[in-house]
């Protein structure tokens, strides 16, 4: 996921909603910058991998509410964030899960809107990813329409041939975020009667879509036929291993993910068929 281009490309539109700036005044240009104590980024990052792992469990139960206490060990688990405690965690938790309230001129529109990323269980410490976050993620990923999914799918075999191992994943991800989105809008379209044209339309497109999903299915599995039987590729799995030990990319990464990405289609599949 991209979120540092997606931070550089709304991080200005922030400063100019924050902006005190008087009606006339003689400066044209921004002051000095100043991000105040804390623009190393850590919590941004700390900010972003809760996100990442509550899609994580959303893709094992969607719309479930989880436990923090897994969340806590695998932060732990990573050196950058050592010094983290379960306070801090909790911190940013209820920073993300906490509703802004904008107000506009030309739009005419004032009041909180759907602006937090999390949501919280009304008992107890669960968490999960609001309807806000899930679309945040998506726009980390940048990702095309999804009817052009199984172009993209095919595109990651030539990647996996190359041996960019990591972006293979990353356009795994953001292939499996859009399938994921597109499931949870067919599923939303189909219960609101408002909706009722909408879902007229996605009604015509059934086949195009089903046929997608059937490309798509093809191109995964020839990918894992691929991985089981190309040396070349193989081999480059193995260099990358032992070239990069900490990124924790091996076969059985590879594969999971592939996996992943079948599974989300079946699920798709069924969900617009029923």
């Not at 759907?114 to 309807?131: F, M, N, Q, Y």
Request: glycine residues 4%; charged residues 30%; negative net charge.
């Amino acid at each position: 996921m991209n979120w540092v281009n997606l931070l550089a490309a709304t991080i200005r539109l922030t400063d100019a909603y924050d902006s005190n700036r008087d009606f006339g005044s003689s400066a044209t240009q921004p002051g000095p910058e100043n991000r105040r104590r804390h623009s190393e980024g850590l919590w941004f990052e700390l900010a972003v991998f809760i996100l990442e792992y509550l899609q994580r469990k959303d893709d094992e139960i969607p719309g479930a509410f989880v436990s923090r206490e897994p969340l806590y060990q695998e932060i732990r688990e990573i050196r950058v964030f050592r010094n983290v405690e379960n306070e801090d965690v909790n911190y940013i938790v209820n920073l993300l899960a906490s509703p802004c309230e904008l107000k506009f001129h030309i739009q005419n529109i004032r009041g909180t809107f759907d602006t937090a990323l999390i949501e919280k269980a009304r008992a107890g410490a669960g968490i999960r990813l609001s309807p806000t976050g899930r679309s945040v993620c998506l726009l980390a990923y940048g990702i095309d329409d999804w009817l052009y999914m199984d172009i993209d799918v095919w595109k990651l075999t030539r990647t996996l041939e190359l041996g960019k191992f990591d972006d293979f994943l990353k356009r795994t991800d953001s292939i499996i975020t859009v399938i994921r989105n597109k499931s949870y809008e067919i599923t939303r379209i189909k219960e609101m009667p408002a909706l009722s044209e909408r879902k007229k339309k996605i009604m015509e497109d059934k086949e195009v879509y089903l046929s997608t999903v059937e490309k798509t299915q093809k191109i995964v599995s020839d990918m894992r036929e691929l991985i089981d039987t190309d040396e070349a590729v193989q081999k480059r799995i193995e260099e990358w291993a032992e070239n990069h030990p900490d990124d924790f990319i091996d076969e059985i990464v590879i594969k999971n993910r592939l996996n992943r990405l079948l599974q989300i289609l079946e699920s798709f599949s069924r969900n617009f068929s029923s």
